[in-house]
DNA sequence: TGTATCTCCGATACATCTTGTCGGATATAG
DNA sequence: CTATATCCGACAAGATGTATCGGAGATACA
């Protein structure tokens, strides 16, 4: 499959979720998970992946919760990827063991497969999140949310975009 | 999943091989399955969607087999994946029931990735076979193979490539 | 004309991955 | 001390992909 998981869909919806929040703010995971009716113990581990990962900051405790720990110009779709499915894949034979593909001499499409696989990275790495939560945040939510201590914020850079075509493949 | 499907993966290898063929003649199934060590039944369904959209012909009887219907520049990864993955994904309400997903007003992410769905779609209808066989053929297998009778064999186009990046994934 | 050998096609068991759920541990505000 | 949040591993249920089987249609060749 080309397409993304179900995993990688709530990320996406809680990553957008916390980008409207107001800045200085935690959101609790049950929050999010009663405003898109995901189940709260799978939105609880992605959101701990993404946290692992640097994109989100998390506070413990009774008013702990999430909060962005970058711009939204500084998270790319494919490190939400990345951080939420393990990432690298495209290509069948490097996603188990390298070793068991037994032929590997004549497999005569590891290698371009494997270029191919980089530049749809290089794709997913300059969408930002901002692409998807728009320049002005949607601001139809309600947070009943705390005050957070540790402001870990860093600054934003900017992105640009590429790549057109002609035809598709369906869509 | 970013990932191709096995199925794919297989149908790649098929087409590598009949790009390698000599003009005119036609390659059995079981041939490319024994080459690549691949299920004969599983390719042959495989092949069978590849020459359902066109990308390669089809010859009934004891002497019958495939050959390329297209040049390896007029045959997209695009139109490999979408021929036999049956293409649409990427995001996951779109994938069942449209529907089914009853909060469609609440689902923030469902437009802008239809978008960034195109892109990759047009990254990947931009790779032609080509990419893949390279421009000098492998000529290191052996065909015992027959006479093709319909020559339906189109002529070449060109294609371009684009899209670059700094920062990968993991790779 | 029969037979062998291809492509074709639907249905179905098997494997694997994803999704969802459960139980318990750690940290902190009140 | 207690309630409530994040954390974390392990497992059951479901969905999807992979592989297999049985049989039908087409054609070269004896």
Redesign the pocket.
């Known amino acids: 499959?080309i397409g993304l998981?179900?995993?990688t869909d709530y990320g996406l919806l809680a990553l957008v979720y916390l980008a409207a929040a107001p800045v200085g703010r935690v959101v609790?995971?049950?929050d999010i998970a009663e405003q898109h009716d995901l189940?709260v113990?799978?939105l609880?581990?992605i959101?701990?992946r993404l946290?692992?990962s640097g994109m989100i900051a998390?506070?413990?405790?009774?008013?702990?919760?999430?909060h962005l720990a970058r711009s939204t110009d500084d998270i790319s779709i494919g490190q939400v990827v990345a951080a939420i499915?393990g990432a690298p894949a495209l290509i069948?034979c490097e996603r188990?063991d390298h070793n068991r593909c037994n032929q590997l001499d004549k497999c005569t499409i590891r290698k371009p497969l494997t270029r191919i696989q980089a530049r749809v990275y290089d794709l997913l790495n300059l969408i930002t999140l901002s692409e998807i939560t728009g320049p002005e945040p949607p601001d139809e939510l309600v947070f009943q949310s705390q005050i957070v201590?540790s402001n870990t914020i860093k600054p934003a850079t900017a992105r640009d975009r590429s790549v057109r075509g002609e035809e598709a493949i369906r869509a």
Chains 1, 2 share one sequence.
């Open positions: 499959m998981s179900k995993r609790r995971t049950r189940p113990e799978l609880a581990k959101l701990q946290a692992k998390s506070t413990p405790g009774p008013t702990g919760g999430y499915e069948h188990t201590r």
